[in-house]
């Protein structure tokens, strides 16, 4: 509680600290935080000045932070802490897809990973370019990448609420409009690129997703979630008419919704 409070009255500018304390405390407070998601999967919290991204999240066991962005905290940028939050926001659906809980957007979340992997086979068997990888063409209206962003700007709030962090107007006016930029892309269309299975530019994640599990039934397998919209009969994938999830999906995501479920 004591290290709590030293990070928090820093965040807050009523004490100073030096950098590698503050670096110090950043790590265990974020390590008891994400272990608090699901406590089985001992997740490492991580601050490294070795990678390209801002952050990254393996799977269940660690999250790595730029150590960039904790220098940006540091000197007084707060809403950096975003980045933090967009990890944690992976981890809880990485967490969500191992448990195999099942959900309309965690059934997406699995969608889009398999297509990053699909489309990558087929450009490497056609000979298609690198840059036209589902990964690099679809990156900002991926499923997970959107959520993960409409989930940081709520963790991040709740955050600030809970340990009576003011934020200026300004950083809440720019949080509002970029969530209602989030909300529109979350109906894009994928990018697929000049790829010969698909066969057009411009597809569905449903859509896409329906021509490429054709190639691998295996998945049904391997995501058990999968099996909700999807069965076999006689070795030919099929989709079922009507979809029943077990998980309500939180699709009423607006900025003034979430502020709520904040305060």
């Known amino acids: 509680m004591e290290k709590c409070n030293l990070l928090i009255g820093f965040l807050k500018g009523n004490s100073s600290l030096d950098y590698e304390k503050f670096k110090y405390l950043m790590i265990d407070y974020f390590t008891i935080y994400i272990n608090k998601l699901n406590e089985k999967y001992a997740c490492q919290f991580m601050i490294s000045n070795s990678i390209t991204f801002t952050g990254i999240c393996y ?13 940006k905290i540091y000197n007084g940028n707060i809403s950096s802490l975003l980045t ?13 897809i191992e448990e195999g809980i099942v959900s309309k957007n965690i059934i997406n979340y699995i ?11 087929q450009n490497k068997k056609f000979g298609i ?15 997970s990448e959107i959520d993960a962003n409409l989930n940081s700007i709520l963790l991040f709030l709740r ?27 979350k109906n894009f269309k994928r990018y697929v690129g000049e790829n010969i299975i698909f066969n057009s530019y411009y597809l569905s994640l449903d859509e896409s997703f329906d021509l ?43 900025y003034s919704y979430y502020l709520k479920k904040v305060k």
Do not use: M
């Open 212 to 254: 490429a599990i054709n190639d691998h039934p295996e998945w049904l397998e391997f995501f058990p979630q999968l099996n909700t919209e999807y069965f076999i009969v006689d070795d030919k994938i099929c989709k079922k008419d009507n979809i029943n999830y077990e998980e309500c999906d939180n699709d009423e995501s607006l």
């Open 84 to 96: 933090i939050f967009h990890e944690i926001s992976h981890l809880q659906q990485n967490i969500q």
């Open 59 to 71: 799977g269940v066991e660690k999250i790595i932070i730029n150590e960039r962005e904790v220098r």
């Open 111 to 121: 969608k889009d990973n398999l297509l990053r992997y699909y489309q990558d086979e």
């Open 159 to 185: 955050f600030c609420s809970k340990n009576e962090i003011e934020l200026p107007k300004q950083i809440e006016k720019i949080l509002e409009t970029e969530f209602s930029k989030l909300e529109v892309k």
């Open 129 to 143: 370019s690198k840059n036209s990888s589902y990964y690099i063409l679809n990156y900002k209206y991926e499923s």
